[in-house]
């Protein structure tokens, strides 16, 4: 039956409903300041930073049960403390139960290496620190920090005088806030480098970290600088990053990427078009920062990341808000980065522009200790080196060797655990840090992919030469892509799954075909998924041989696994 119009009905005609206002996003320069949820809340009702004085003054000698709730599981996070996961709580019960029953009462502390950059003075005392204070715990993370394990509140300040004694800290290494500035890891040294942006790094980091006025943004900020032609520090998944171009007009400089990120919304950076002169990236790197601070969404935390933003606005209407209401100027135009070139991890032996060598190594998965490193402090001053770098892949590199001293310091190194010539999973396989530390996480990450990378290395040894292309491992412990999982060619990440008796045990939803922009692969792109395919932890090494396997039998000529992933049957990834 049809609805009868009012008017037929001799009824009074209703008044047009106005148009719901829509829903606050929490952006400064639209709606205000008004908190939007908790953790905006606490930011504002006490900076962040200022915690540092408490624990100080009151934490350190009081101990763990003194620290106030919004300092314990916010605040700190400005100083590089993250409340670590309690040994014997299994994965099934992550989304269970509340932080204070996940937590135990030591910390992951990150030590901040902005470019990656260590002295080998530097590299001890953060040693020293791992063996006295962390139980010799040190990974090397996929951004160029350190992290430690299992340190008490009572010994942060001592470790902060330490720290800073010699140049480093904790500063704004995690947080809302801007985190670690990826960098080259050879920055100022590699022969065939086009810029070097250290300076830049440097301005930006004497300037803005642990400035006030970029301590409360809506959520992390990542940023990227690179000048060589390998583009090594992943600009596709920042939420800035700046790639060495060389302009027909004016010169080397740099494009600019914008919004992008991984996590459980994968989107790739946006590339705005512009050129920025080397000595105008601190200035252009504010003035992006600033939009984020003032335009992106703070009322659901899920949507606070720049790319959300980006998402919604385009690329042009970014650039436009950027030069209108930021830079008061207008960038001129540039040309795209030219496709990679040589490999961004480093590993090997490669020239210096001085005719030294620099000598990439890759630990496994990233995990090293106190011992350790000390140990490559000690190695590289024994060769008259005092500088190392860590890369945004997991691994170290140790800078000025003298080309007849490289393999006595090749050699050296292997001794460490630590292969500049390393077999081809034992270099691609990256690890989150999983169960065993983190909050988040499903399952155990470090030790699986450890052990995954050593049998695919040995069982997959009859083809590993023969590939045209390296095949990447990432393994993640929770759907949050701390290992970066979309962009390797093959991506794991964490979940319980059915094993064979119908049991939940733990295992991986598999990415299979992601990538960034390497010499093998001009333009970066998501992994794909299928269906119900997943693996258990048990069963990952015997999956990973069968489906290489499929792919070295079906490539076509020098076709990279990623082409051939996204190309084949779903069947043929099972």
């Known amino acids: 039956m049809n609805a009868v119009p009012p008017a037929a009905t001799g009824a009074p005609a209703r008044p047009a409903r106005p148009a719901r206002a829509a829903r606050p996003q929490g952006q400064w320069a639209v709606d205000g300041t008004a908190p939007l949820n908790h953790n905006e809340q606490f930011k504002q009702d006490d900076p962040a930073l200022n915690v ?29 403390l993250y409340t670590q996961r309690k040994p014997g709580i299994d994965g099934g019960r992550t989304a269970q139960l509340e932080p204070h029953e996940l937590e135990d009462e030591y910390f992951m502390m990150r030590v901040r290496v902005d470019g990656g950059a ?36 009572e010994d942060v300040p001592e ?70 032609p390998s583009q090594d520090v992943v600009h596709e998944i920042n939420d800035v990053s700046f790639v060495a171009v060389e302009h027909p007009e004016l010169g080397l400089g740099y494009d600019l990427f914008v919004g992008g990120g991984l996590s459980t919304t994968a989107r790739l950076a946006s590339r705005l078009g512009a050129f920025v002169r080397p000595d105008e990236v601190p200035e252009v790197w504010h003035a992006v920062v600033q939009v984020f601070r003032d335009y992106g969404y703070r009322r659901l935390r ?23 209401e930021y830079l008061h100027r207008a960038l001129p135009d540039g040309p795209p980065p030219p496709p990679p070139v040589g490999s961004g991890d480093h590993v090997g032996v490669h020239p210096q522009k001085d005719g030294r060598r620099y000598v990439g190594v890759a630990p496994s998965v ?8 000390a140990g490559v402090a000690d190695l590289a001053e024994a060769h008259g080196s005092h500088r190392v770098r860590l890369t945004p892949h997991q691994k170290l590199v140790v800078l000025d060797v003298p080309a007849d001293e490289v393999e006595e310091v090749v050699d ?103 990538g960034l922009a390497s ?20 069963d990952l090494v015997d999956y990973v041989e069968r489906v290489v396997r499929r792919y070295d039998a079906g490539r076509d000529g020098d076709e990279t696994f990623a082409t051939w992933a996204h190309r084949v049957d779903e069947e043929e990834l099972r």
């Not at 540092?52 to 590089?80: C, H, N, Q, T």
């Not at 690329?315 to 950027?322: K, M, N, T």
């Open 52 to 80: 540092r004085r408490r624990v100080e003054e009151v934490y350190a000698k009081e101990g763990f049960a003194s620290i106030d709730p919004d300092d314990l599981r916010g605040r700190l996070r400005w100083w590089g």
């Open 118 to 153: 260590l002295t080998t003075e530097q590299l001890r005392v953060v040693a020293g620190v791992s063996t006295e204070f962390a139980r010799g715990t040190a990974d090397i993370s996929d951004r160029q920090n350190v992290q430690l394990h299992w340190v008490r509140i």
């Open 159 to 228: 470790i902060w005088r330490r720290l800073e004694a010699v140049g480093l800290w904790t500063t704004e290494a995690c947080g809302d806030c801007p985190r670690v500035i990826l960098g080259s890891p050879v920055a100022g040294v590699a022969a065939d480098e086009l810029l070097d942006p250290t300076p830049q790094i440097e301005e930006i980091q004497r300037r803005w970290i642990g400035d006030p006025e970029l301590a409360n943004l809506p959520r992390k900020f990542k940023s990227a600088i690179t000048g060589h």
């Open 302 to 324: 899920n949507k606070a990341r720049l790319k959300f933003l980006l998402a919604d606005w385009g690329a042009e209407r970014f650039r436009q808000v950027l030069q209108d």
């Open 366 to 373: 990233g995990r090293v200790s106190g011992e350790v490193l």
């Open 412 to 514: 050296g190194l292997a001794a460490l655990g630590l292969e500049a010539r390393p077999d081809l999973f034992r270099r691609t396989t990256m690890a989150c840090t999983g169960i065993e530390y983190c909050k988040l996480a499903i399952v155990e990450t470090k030790a699986t992919a450890t052990r995954a990378a050593a049998e695919l290395d040995e069982r997959l040894a009859d083809v590993q030469a023969g590939l045209p292309a390296p095949v990447r491992l990432h393994v993640n412990g929770c759907p949050n892509s701390c290992a970066r999982i979309q962009t390797a060619d093959i991506g794991l990440k964490g979940q319980l799954v059915a094993g064979d008796d119908g049991e939940q045990v733990p295992g991986f939803q598999v990415h299979l075909g992601g």
């Open 519 to 538: 010499a093998d692969r001009e333009e970066a792109g998501l992994g794909r998924t299928v269906r119900g395919l997943k693996v258990t932890a048990d």
